[in-house]
């Protein structure tokens, strides 16, 4: 399949890990991306989180700001957290007129139960509201680490029917993936993927340069592997927790790891509010490897 749909660099063979890279944020960081705007790549896709605490309207205030700033929104849709058909109708129609939102991420959300009609992803791909609004590419969740509430193999069969109900729909699939520390994690998943005849396109989550108290924590509450072994391959040490870690070694493994097995793929960046030191991070890995 040709990945110029997901980014128009994608398949340039002679391209870095850094190269058409996206970044997140939440609703609440607008001031933030102002600030880092001048080091992020035009165009760069930015992608708006849907955490609790935030109101629909902020939502949208972000996606219309990552536009205006010349960078392409990618908005998050939380299944459990939508309140109403009606609700998420309203909401794709704000993001897609006053935002020109053309991306989604979509993922089942923390809570226990469904605040509304959508109890997981796939209802929401299968609702027919995306394409009615216009969304072409719609991003799932991947899980390199494991889920803490499915098994290995019924995350990749939840992936397939995300995929073939994406594809179904005339929009096209990618898998973005949580965040990890582990570059063997993260390889041999993918190998795998590759191996279950699953082709789409994968963004991979590197955690962006922060405290390493902050590192941890994100992980503690997304799930994410943080044993003192994969801790200390990634260069942080469990009994020293002064100081920031950037993913220098994990993005260097990567790109020595893969393969052409393993399909391109491109890098998606979690700032953990940190979005200035992100760009510069990655400017700098750029100016290192080009």
């Known amino acids: 399949m040709s990945y110029a749909a997901i980014h128009p660099n994608w398949e340039n063979p002679a391209a870095n890990m850094v190269d058409g890279y996206s970044l997140e944020m939440t609703a609440k960081e607008i001031e933030g991306l102002k600030e880092a705007a001048p080091l992020i790549r035009p165009n760069t896709q930015v992608a708006v989180t849907f955490l609790p605490g935030e109101e629909l309207s902020q939502r949208v205030e972000a996606a219309i ?13 939380s299944a459990r957290r939508i309140e109403s058909e009606e609700q998420l109708d309203w909401y794709l129609g704000e993001i897609t007129q006053k935002a020109g939102v053309k991306r989604v991420f979509i993922i089942a959300g923390d809570p226990p139960e ?16 995306l394409e009615k609004h216009g969304i072409t590419i719609v991003g799932v969740g991947g899980h390199p680490e494991g889920h803490p509430n499915n098994s290995g193999e019924e995350l990749w069969v939840w992936m397939q029917k995300k995929i073939d109900a994406v594809r179904a729909h005339g929009m096209t699939p990618l898998v973005v993936t949580q965040f990890a520390f582990d570059d063997d994690a993260i390889v041999e998943w993918l190998a795998e993927m590759r191996d279950r005849g699953i082709d789409v396109p994968v963004r991979l989550g590197v955690p962006g340069p ?70 510069e991070w990655i400017n700098g890995y750029d100016a290192k490897h080009s």
């Open 65 to 77: 700001q990552v536009r205006a700033l010349g960078f392409e929104p990618i908005v998050h849709l």
């Open 210 to 279: 922060a405290g390493i108290k902050r590192l941890l924590g994100f992980a503690k509450r997304c799930g994410v592997g943080a044993s003192a072994s994969v801790m200390k391959k990634y260069g942080i040490s469990i009994t020293n927790l002064i100081g920031s870690a950037g993913p220098d070694k994990l993005v260097g493994n990567l790109e020595k790891k893969l393969t052409e097995r393993h399909g391109r793929v491109r890098l998606h960046f979690y700032p953990f509010g940190a979005l200035t030191a992100s760009a």
């Open 114 to 129: 469904a605040e509304g009609p959508y109890e997981n992803s796939l209802q929401i791909i299968e609702s027919g509201l």
